[in-house]
């Protein structure tokens, strides 16, 4: 928005959902979902222990309520514990689509981007890093083993200027034209091409290819690179193109799309993208659909034990029968929804 003192716009916060608040961190009851935890954990297995590693995309589908959300956090989590938090060895971004994303073009784009940026730096600056993989597990049996208390934030922020800084170096690396970097600068701020950026604004085509080039040079010496996104269908069309390119050009990301399947005609993908990914990644794995239902009535029956803190004897089994009646068990499977209710009236 325009605000006094300013010659141009200035960058305006709103407050965060309860999901976008939420986004990343560990549910203490959390149940179920093994099968596509291990699913995940064993892709980013592949990525960082193949002689020939191949990036991998995954879109997670669901109603909503299905706990979507929380089943990629906690697969998240897992992935850090078995490689660790070294920058060398793991970059993990995170990021909430919102309706307001596909009205500015490379808007959650930015986002990541930014993230990296800030990542690269770190790696940069830190000279006590360890090389090569050692630590990761070979093992082709992943166990889902406790998850650690650690902090459940993104990456850290990296300030304006030295984004610009590093933003400039890149643009020389990649021999980006003269005053393209300024360009760049605005929309990383989500304000679009700008008065003071100089010189004619580039094309589409071309922020394309350098945000692509960008994000690749700065993760290129990174084992594995994740990139989760939650309610993709509000990502705009190209951040889309962005992230086409970066899957095919990359070898080490694995590229998580949360959606809710009522709004699955909303996804922006373009149509030959779809039909690249179903007739050639599809068959060879790099391109993995997940669908997730209810909870089933054994998940149920822990999550009641571990809400209320019992053992599988002290259950009372008319409590949860009763539990599985209110819940619709009866006639239909379990949904997130559900749980919290449940979670509500045990307690």
């Known amino acids: 928005m325009k605000a006094?003192?300013?010659?141009?716009?200035?960058?305006?916060?709103?407050?965060?959902?309860?999901?976008?608040?939420?986004?990343?961190?560990?549910?203490?009851?959390?149940?179920?979902?093994?099968?596509?935890?291990?699913?995940?954990?064993?892709?980013?297995?592949?990525?960082?222990?193949?002689?020939?590693?191949?990036?991998?995309?995954?879109?997670?589908?669901?109603?909503?309520?299905?706990?979507?959300?929380?089943?990629?956090a906690h697969a998240i989590e897992h992935v850090r514990n078995f490689i660790g938090d070294d920058t060398r060895r793991l970059v993990i971004t995170k990021h909430v689509g919102k309706e307001s994303n596909s009205l500015l073009p490379f808007c959650m784009f930015r986002d990541i981007l930014l993230d990296v940026l800030a990542n690269f730096a770190a790696?940069?600056?830190?000279?006590?890093?360890?090389?090569?993989?050692?630590?990761?597990?070979?093992?082709?049996?992943?166990?889902?083993?406790?998850?650690?208390?650690?902090?459940?934030?993104?990456?850290?922020?990296?300030?304006?200027?030295?984004?610009?800084?590093?933003?400039?170096?890149?643009?020389?690396?990649?021999?980006?034209?003269?005053?393209?970097?300024?360009?760049?600068?605005?929309?990383?701020?989500?304000?679009?091409?700008?008065?003071?950026?100089?010189?004619?604004?580039?094309?589409?085509?071309?922020?394309?290819s350098f945000m692509t080039r960008a994000f690749r040079r700065c993760t290129q010496e990174t084992k594995l690179v994740v990139v989760a996104l939650d309610d993709v269908q509000y990502i705009d069309e190209m951040t889309w193109k962005v992230l086409r390119q970066v899957f095919e050009g990359c070898d080490n990301l694995l590229l998580i799309c949360a959606f809710d399947l009522s709004r699955s005609r909303d996804l922006k993908v373009e149509s030959d993208f779809w039909h690249v990914l179903n007739k050639k990644y599809r068959p060879a794995g790099h391109f993995v659909p997940m669908e997730l239902g209810g909870l089933g009535k054994e998940e149920i029956t822990v999550m009641t034990m571990k809400t209320l803190g019992l053992q599988r004897e002290e259950l009372s089994p008319d409590l949860l029968n009763e539990i599985l009646i209110q819940s619709g068990m009866s006639k239909k499977r379990m949904t997130v929804v559900d749980v919290v209710n449940v979670e509500s009236m045990v307690s």
């Open 4 to 72: 006094k003192g300013y010659a141009e716009p200035v960058p305006i916060f709103e407050p965060l959902s309860p999901l976008e608040r939420s986004w990343g961190r560990i549910q203490p009851n959390f149940v179920g979902r093994e099968p596509q935890i291990k699913a995940l954990m064993g892709m980013a297995r592949d990525i960082v222990s193949s002689d020939e590693p191949h990036s991998r995309l995954v879109f997670v589908a669901s109603q909503s309520g299905m706990g979507k959300s929380t089943m990629v």
């Open 123 to 208: 790696s940069t600056d830190d000279k006590s890093h360890a090389s090569g993989v050692s630590g990761f597990t070979s093992s082709h049996s992943i166990s889902l083993h406790s998850l650690s208390c650690r902090s459940q934030g993104s990456s850290t922020a990296l300030s304006l200027a030295k984004s610009e800084e590093l933003l400039k170096v890149l643009c020389r690396e990649l021999a980006a034209p003269s005053g393209f970097v300024d360009h760049v600068l605005h929309y990383l701020s989500g304000k679009g091409a700008g008065k003071s950026a100089v010189g004619k604004a580039p094309s589409m085509k071309a922020m394309v």
